[in-house]
């Protein structure tokens, strides 16, 4: 772990027609918007098409914004089992677009995520996005996969800070 600051976090939300990313500068006391948005893929593309814009997506934005982490949401089990393994198989192409950059990958819970940036982990995409945009100082709510991406981003952020402080003691 990189304990000079800033650091940069990358933080995904995934999902394989629309992948959310956000970029947080973490400090020793806060947390700074760089920038968020999403990959989105073709519908009615093949799968393993549609992983391939995932993954080179994600290689994009690693070399654009050289974050120093990766923080992603990990998998919720869904009432379709095969929407599950597509949703594992996104998670999977972002991690290997990271774990081939060098970049320490850790992953979150949706409902720690929840937890840590609204208070609660039941917390639905409005108090998600509203939440976002109070915290980083945002001029409007950003699109809810990009909400939930730079949400991951933020509580590893906290994470971090939590671990320097103590790591300084």
């Known amino acids: 772990m990189k304990h000079s600051f800033p650091i940069r976090v990358l933080g995904i939300d995934p999902g394989t027609q629309v992948m959310g990313y956000g970029l947080i500068d973490v400090m ?13 893929t073709k519908p009615k593309e ?11 997506g994600v290689e994009e934005i690693v070399r654009q914004f050289s974050p120093d982490e990766f ?11 095969r929407a599950t393994i597509k949703l594992g198989q996104a998670r999977g192409v972002a991690i290997c677009a990271a774990a081939l ?4 990958v850790s992953d979150y ?8 940036v609204v208070g ?3 917390a639905d995409k409005l108090q998600m996005q509203q939440m ?12 809810s996969d990009s909400a939930d991406a730079l949400a991951v981003a933020l509580h590893h952020g906290h994470q971090l800070q939590t671990s320097i402080r103590l790591t300084k003691k």
Do not use: H, W
């Open 46 to 56: 093949a799968m393993s098409q549609r992983l391939k814009t995932l993954f080179l």
């Open 28 to 40: 020793p006391t806060k947390c700074t918007f760089v920038d968020c948005g999403f990959i989105i």
């Open 101 to 104: 950059a060098n970049l320490p």
């Open 120 to 122: 609660y982990g039941a």
């Open 132 to 143: 976002i945009k109070i915290l980083l100082k945002l001029p409007e709510a950003p699109q």
């Open 109 to 116: 819970s949706p409902r720690l995520v929840k937890k840590s």
């Open 71 to 81: 923080a992603i949401e990990d998998v919720f089990m869904n009432k379709d089992p």
